[in-house]
């Protein structure tokens, strides 16, 4: 699978499937994206550990953030970030009250958020890291 297939795939996934924790929220879609780009799972050591707002908030809490949280998961797959994110790459976004996982579309951000799909500019990227 190219980079542009597995970005429109998961694109298109993001817009049918509603956001639910511990399945399609940011953390676990772009986990499956980079498996399906990889054949390695970066979030096998956190699947099925919250399945509500206060279960992944207090995980994530207890990881030391979201940054934290995906930064564990890279490294396990042998995953180290890159200082320039290129479209494709994972990237953490810190949206003021939260960091969100998403995916860098160049020069905008995907996001999948519990109201849709968001693609901006607005936010820096803390941290990104590329799967191919």
Same mark, same amino acid.
């Given at each position: 699978m190219t980079i +542009? +297939?597995?970005?429109?795939? !998961?694109? @298109?996934?993001?817009?049918? /499937?509603?956001?639910?924790r511990g399945s399609t *929220?940011? *953390?676990m879609l772009m986990a499956d994206y980079v498996q399906m780009? !990889?054949?390695k799972d970066p979030a096998a050591a956190w699947r099925g550990r919250y399945h509500d707002d206060e279960g992944a908030e207090e995980f994530i809490r207890l990881a030391g953030g979201n940054?934290?949280?995906? /930064?564990?998961?890279?490294?396990?797959?042998?995953?180290?970030p890159v200082s320039e994110p290129l479209r494709g790459d994972v990237v953490v976004v810190d949206i003021g009250c939260d960091q969100i996982t998403g995916l860098?579309? @160049?020069p905008m951000t995907a996001m999948k958020m519990?109201?849709?799909v968001l693609r901006t500019r607005r936010f820096p990227i803390l941290k990104?890291?590329?799967c191919v």
């Open positions: +542009e +297939e597995a970005i429109a795939a !998961t694109l @298109d996934r993001w817009g049918r /499937e509603p956001f639910a *929220d940011c *953390d780009l !990889t054949g940054l934290a949280l995906v /930064e564990q998961g890279m490294a396990s797959i042998g995953l180290s860098f579309l @160049d519990k109201r849709g990104a890291w590329r």
